[in-house]
């Protein structure tokens, strides 16, 4: 069983930054893309960025410029730096972990909240 567990969200100001962190349990061979998602209540879930077994990443047009994904392969963990947050920033971040047999996990997220 695949478990995903995020943290690193929290309240801050418009310009800051922050650090998503989501540790995975499972095997890491088996993991074909780790991406970040949010979530906003009456919207619907967008991909924030992606980042794929062999290191090469995708970042939506909301992000680009400004948030940076990366990963810990020896710590299971994937992270979303995030730069220069805007008020529009402010969701719900949830890790996605789509492995090799077409699985697909979710961690419960973590709120961001951007302050004007």
């Known amino acids: 069983q695949v478990q995903l567990v995020e943290s690193g969200g929290g309240l801050v100001q418009a310009g800051d930054s922050l650090r998503l962190s ?10 074909n893309t780790m991406a970040w998602y949010r979530q906003v209540p009456g919207k619907q879930r967008e991909l924030v960025a992606r980042i794929t077994h062999s290191g090469s990443t995708f970042y ?3 992000g680009k410029g400004r948030f940076t994904i990366s990963r810990d392969i020896a710590k299971k963990t994937v992270f979303l730096q995030m730069n220069s947050l805007k008020v529009e920033d402010t969701a719900i971040y949830c890790c996605n972990q789509v492995r090799w047999d077409g699985n697909n996990y979710w961690g419960q997220g973590t709120q961001v909240t951007v302050s004007s």
Do not use: K
């Open 22 to 31: 989501c540790v995975a349990s499972g095997n890491t061979f088996a993991i």
């Open 60 to 62: 939506a047009d909301s």
